[in-house]
Nanobody
Framework: QVQLVESGGGLVQAGGSLRLSCAAS????????LGWYRQAPGKQRDLVAR???????NYADSVKGRFTISRDNSKNTVYLQMNSLKPEDTAVYYC???????????WGQGTQVTISS
């Protein structure tokens, strides 16, 4: 099993920055990637950014150049640095772990990010 706990959400004005953190615990050696997804009201949950155990990253086109995902393996923590925030970034942000251990996909409880115009 893998447990994920997010923190760092909040309310900021457009153009501002936030950093989300996700502390992971459990069977970490079976985790192959950590990522961030977001879900706005009435919309599906979409990938924001992902980082593999080898450090390969990928981003949604809408956040490229503004968001940066990173991980501290010594702390089993993944971060999402969000800059130049826009109102359309408003959503609940979820931490995700891809694992070789059933059920293969784990989720945190989510953290609300609200960007005011």
């Amino acid at each position: 099993q893998v447990q994920l706990v997010e923190s760092g959400g909040g309310l900021v004005q457009a153009g501002g920055s936030l950093r989300l953190s996700c502390a992971a615990s459990g069977t970490m050696y079976r985790v192959i990637a950590l990522g961030w997804y977001r879900q706005a009201p009435g919309k599906q949950r979409d990938l924001v950014a992902r980082i593999t155990s080898g450090g390969t990253t990928n981003y949604a086109d809408s956040v490229k150049g503004r968001f940066t995902i990173s991980r501290d393996n010594s702390k089993n923590t993944v971060y999402l640095q969000m800059n130049s925030l826009k109102p359309e970034d408003t959503a609940v942000y979820y931490c995700n772990a891809d694992s070789t251990l059933y059920p293969f996909n784990y989720w945190g409880q989510g953290t609300q990010v609200t960007i005011s115009s």
